[in-house]
């Protein structure tokens, strides 16, 4: 039974462009829900998808948006990419009930030089 | 004002000795409360979620919750040093709301 899987594991980019992440959730969950997490922070939460909709949102501007499919799998782009950026993003996915917890994949290195 | 609170340590006990960490959360209405492990360089893993007041074991780890104090604890027994890693607080308010992450204690076993 496969677990979350993002891709890619590592990625540099440069200030102002733009860059897409790719999450597959586990097997038989329905929600998505995308983190970003700086070096000594804990994750923040970015936003989180539910029947190919944004249900709910951090405080993170619109230059990161997102998207999910209808197999569940879900996309996160983030545009004019700033050096601000550079952290950890953890894809995480779940059932839609109060108690499901999230499970996480291992993520996306993200650099911007 | 953070929603979820931890101290971000370093917590260094000794190997064999009882750990114990500690969250706040300041929304009253939290339903659901999880615990995770992350070691350096990886991604959370979840060791234990927690519903209703009172304590939960799971081996050597035991969590604790205590709604109308709005805390809700960690203790792990007999430390060991793969116990060494950032501990998450993680709470969720209602099924459709998003699960919000305390900036996690760094816990440290010393052989």
């Known amino acids: 039974d496969a677990g979350v899987t993002q891709s890619p594991t590592h990625l540099i980019k440069t200030r102002g462009q733009q860059v897409t992440l790719r999450c597959s959730p586990k097997?038989?969950?329905?929600?998505v829900s995308w983190y970003q997490q700086a070096l000594g922070q804990g994750p923040q939460f970015i936003f989180q998808?539910?029947?190919?909709?944004?249900?709910q949102r951090g405080n993170f501007p619109d230059r990161f948006s997102g998207h999910q499919y209808p197999n569940y799998s879900s996309e996160l782009n983030v545009n004019a990419l700033l050096l601000g950026d550079s952290a950890l993003y953890l894809c995480?996915?779940?059932?839609?009930?109060?108690?499901?917890?999230?499970?996480f994949g291992n993520g996306t290195r993200l650099t911007v030089t | 004002q953070k929603e979820v609170e931890q101290n971000s340590g370093p917590l260094s006990v000794p190997e064999g000795a009882i750990a114990s960490l500690n969250c706040t959360y300041s929304?009253?209405?939290?339903?659901?409360f999880f615990w995770y492990r992350q070691y350096s360089g990886k991604s959370p893993e979840l060791i234990m979620s927690?519903?209703?007041?009172g304590d939960k074991e799971d081996g050597r780890f035991t969590a604790q919750l205590n709604k109308a104090s709005q805390y809700v604890s960690l203790l792990i027994r007999d430390s060991q040093p793969s116990d060494s890693a950032t501990y998450l607080c993680?709470?969720?308010?209602?099924?459709?709301?998003?699960?919000?992450f305390g900036s996690g204690t760094r816990l440290s076993i010393r052989p």
């Open positions: 995480a996915s779940s059932h839609d009930r109060a108690n499901s917890p999230l499970h």
């Open positions: 097997s038989g969950h329905d929600t």
């Open positions: 998808y539910y029947e190919e909709e944004e249900r």
């Open positions: 929304d009253r209405g939290s339903q659901s």
């Open positions: 927690i519903y209703s007041n």
């Open positions: 993680a709470v969720k308010y209602s099924s459709a709301s998003k699960i919000i």
